[in-house]
């Protein structure tokens, strides 16, 4: 230990590196050259104002006796300012939570109003597609009266009777109501692909028949024309001017549709499941009443099965 020359305090020379942990003066090492130290003789340690710097050992007892309390008091304080700022937390959280209840409430309500509204336009479209099928089923109902009755308003007798007959019979020909009919070949006239209107699967074929429509007279609608049955499907005579490939039936002797004022003789064309060896031709037994040329009667139909020649 050595010994301060300037206040007398005993330290650690080497730890202190000669200075003074008391008055901080600095002693030189034992040996050096001594200085004049006269002057410290009467130097008057009481009268030192400086507050000497604490040691590390000074500074723990210092925080043993004072330290505790201090940070207790800093716990304390900062407990009451987390307090408080879980207090603003909570505050903020239950403001957001109501206005999260408020805005949820909202989204509820225009939901509900969205749905009224959609179910509102649901139902605007089902009375309107309703209105559509009741004027369809008004339509198609004035349709069907057209169709089975005459231009008077009478409707035709609709209990039709089959009768059945033989080609050889058809070849010679076969009176059905008004009209005498006499049936040729049948042949195909087109095969699959070879016109434009001609549905996938199916052929065109023709149905050679003469008649004598010059001795009919009669002024209404709706006169029915021959129609085939190909075994899978009932086919109307098909009006040929009135296809996209007309001009390839150019040359070719073709019965008309519509009943006309003068005897035909042609192929009567149809359309036929591509497979059919074979067609019913169908003749319908129309009579026209003599006192009303505007009024006929539809009671029978003469069936004929004849071969399609490929």
């Not at 008055?23 to 104002?49: A, H, V």
């Not at 009919?216 to 001017?241: C, K, S, T």
Request: with cysteine; net charge negative.
């Amino acid at each position: 230990m050595a010994r301060c020359k300037r206040c007398g305090a005993s330290f650690d020379y080497d730890k202190r590196d000669g200075v003074c942990p008391r008055c901080c003066f600095y002693n030189r090492p034992p040996g050096r050259e001594q200085t004049d130290d006269e002057w410290m003789k009467n130097y008057n340690i009481e009268d030192n104002s400086y507050e000497l710097p604490r040691s590390v050992v000074e500074q723990e007892q210092d925080y043993n006796a004072n330290g505790r309390a201090s940070h207790k008091r800093t716990t304390a304080k900062q407990k009451q300012k987390t307090s408080g700022y879980k207090v603003k937390q909570e505050r903020e959280k239950s403001k957001k939570t109501s206005q999260y209840y408020d805005s949820k409430t909202e989204r509820r309500k225009r939901d509900v109003r969205e749905e009224k509204d959609g179910t509102s336009v649901v139902k605007k479209i089902i009375m309107i597609l309703l209105v559509f099928v009741v004027l369809v089923t008004v339509a198609a109902g004035v349709l069907y009266g057209l169709r089975t009755s005459d231009v008077s308003g009478e409707e035709e007798n609709y209990d039709i009777q089959i009768k059945m007959a033989s080609d050889q019979a058809a070849y010679d020909g076969i009176t059905a109501g008004d009209i005498t009919y006499q049936v040729g070949e049948v042949k195909v006239l087109f095969a699959p692909g070879e016109l434009q209107d001609l549905p996938e699967g199916e052929k065109c074929i023709g149905i050679w028949i003469e008649d004598d429509e010059s001795g009919v007279n009669y002024d209404g609608i709706n006169w029915e024309r021959p129609y085939v049955y190909d075994g899978y499907n009932y086919r109307e005579m098909l009006y040929v001017a009135g296809l996209d490939d007309a001009a390839k039936f150019d040359g070719m002797e073709i019965m008309g549709k519509y009943l006309s004022y003068y005897d035909q003789a042609g192929y009567a064309v149809y359309f036929v499941d591509a497979d059919a060896t074979s067609v019913t031709l169908s003749l319908p037994c129309q009579s026209v009443d003599a006192g009303n040329s505007k009024k006929k009667s539809y009671e029978e139909v003469i069936d004929v099965v004849l071969p399609i020649t490929e």
